[in-house]
């Protein structure tokens, strides 16, 4: 018989959750929230521990892990424009590290899953975790290759008094939006990217009432950016000043931050210009 020890089944599979939640959310360019990607993880390894409680056992069943799967996705990415790329990475990375951890047992002749097909080992727990994250990083590295526009994607990590989210951008030559008053970089953003710790007043289809609003309330948080594009003679951005922006981990002080009203990308996973 075997003996599980729940406390340590929740563990392991939270971290491995944790990770190709992650994975999935680079790999589609998606804006990560950690705190609700731990909470999606957390949903997946309770699922995990509850499949080997009594009278519980048809949790296991193929139409369940499905259904706990898509939670945990919704959990992690729900309001995301990506959510159904996300989704299909996330059950695409599950399954990638699945056939690494068969291809070790075999190897090893060591047993690293129960049968349900949940993480579990008798063995040192520092083995497993080193499986875990070296299957992230080749992931995330593969992914990234295939999807990449020509070395041109950055980190962008955007800080608001709402709170900060991390974005993939693209580097765009073609791209030389500046702030009139300073003549620093803007960056241009998607605006649902930005949607959680985003101001009351700011609405991008409304870029003068967003402003004339944030004023009133006595702050000067927002601007106008004016902005030339193909079909737009003069155009007006919502911008807001920031907290704080780094690029691939590169402090750029507090820029500016203009809003778009519509998706930037032309389906390549990031929600910003730089």
């Not at 497993?128 to 290759?145: E, N």
Request: with cysteine.
């Amino acid at each position: 018989m075997t003996v599980v020890y729940i406390d340590l089944l929740f563990l392991l599979n939270f971290i491995a959750n944790y990770l190709l939640l992650l994975a999935a959310g680079r790999m589609a360019g998606a804006a990560l929230v950690r705190w609700r990607i731990g909470l999606g993880a957390a949903a997946g390894a309770l699922y995990a521990a509850l499949v080997f409680l009594p009278e519980l056992g048809w949790l296991a069943h193929w139409p369940c892990k499905l259904a706990a799967g898509v939670l945990m996705a919704l959990i992690a990415y729900g309001g995301e424009t990506r959510l159904l790329r996300v989704t299909v990475l996330f059950f695409g990375a599950s399954a990638a590290l699945a056939g690494a951890v068969l291809g070790l047992e075999l190897l090893g002749n060591v047993s690293l899953t129960l049968n349900h097909g949940v993480f579990y080992t008798p063995l040192d727990i520092r083995l497993l975790l080193l499986l875990f994250v070296a299957c992230y990083f080749v992931l995330s590295l593969f992914f990234r290759r295939v999807g990449q526009h020509g070395g041109e994607l950055a980190r962008l990590e955007i800080a608001l008094e709402g709170g900060a989210v991390t974005l993939t951008a693209l580097r765009d030559t073609g791209h030389s939006l500046t702030d009139p008053a300073d003549n620093r970089p803007v960056a241009v953003v998607f605006w649902q990217a930005l949607s959680g710790i985003l101001p009351g007043w700011a609405d991008p289809a409304d870029p003068i009432r967003s402003v004339e609003q944030c004023h009133a309330a006595g702050s000067r948080q927002a601007r106008l950016i004016p902005y030339r594009a193909v079909g737009v003679e003069c155009g007006m951005l919502l911008a807001v000043r920031t907290q704080g922006v780094t690029v691939d981990g590169k402090p750029m002080g507090k820029l500016l931050v203009a809003l778009s009203p519509t998706p930037v990308d032309d389906g390549g996973g990031y929600q910003a210009l730089i």
